[in-house]
């Protein structure tokens, strides 16, 4: 289990440290040198885990969509919303985030399929409002597939102007924004006065949900203690 733990953690430092260096400079001029300097690895253990550079920025690209997960909530439309801005705080800092942006919006190279970027938020995204129409709270007349492709091309957008102006600093402001014009044109009218479209609250989720990250390694730390 130790061993398994290992390659796990290696595995995130890897990805970790390619995301940086692609955020920093891109796909077609990030090297695979440059990325194990930063990471502090060998050849033998980038190679383990990947096999290419295309390989390292794909799984940078799926990484990204796996780690937005918010907590459960009664109404689904308040993870939608919850999901989309601890995204857009987690944008200013996070080299997962940043790398993965760059990745799936970069223009001008032709190496790297950057189409499963956008074909993973949108599954992700119409799962979610899959699950909230079941729940009765869009509207019936929505067409949920295009109403996804609308959001994650936009929030595409988004933080590529906001990156611009200020560093992605006021993407939050920006997306909440983005929600009060288009929410109510797919909410159920008595949903959509119950949801909480503050920009803070971004920050607000994603410390808890650090915070709970850290609980659970701390746990799962004495757990292998107690075990050996």
Known sequence: MAQQDRAIRTRRLI??????????QGYDRATIAEVLERAGMTKGALYFHF?????LALAVLEEQVLDIAV????IKLQEFVDS?????????????????ARLAVEQGSNHLDRKQSM?????????????ARDRGEILDSIVVQESAELFVGAFAGLQMMSQALTNRADLNRR??????????????????????????RGAQLDAALQGKALANAEADADAGVVAD
Request: proline content about 5%; charged content about 20%; cysteine-free.
């Open 15 to 24: 990805l970790e440290a390619a995301a940086s260096v692609f955020d920093e």
């Open 51 to 55: 096999a290419s550079k295309e390989q």
């Open 71 to 74: 907590e459960p909530q009664k």
């Open 84 to 100: 989309g801005q601890v995204l857009a705080f987690r944008l200013r800092s996070d080299p997962i985030q940043r790398g993965a």
């Open 119 to 131: 074909l993973s938020w949108t599954r992700f995204v119409v799962g979610m409002l899959n699950e």
């Open 175 to 200: 997306l909440t924004i983005f929600f009060q014009h288009t929410l109510p044109s797919i909410a159920v009218p008595a949903i959509l006065a119950r949801l909480n479209l503050d920009a803070e």
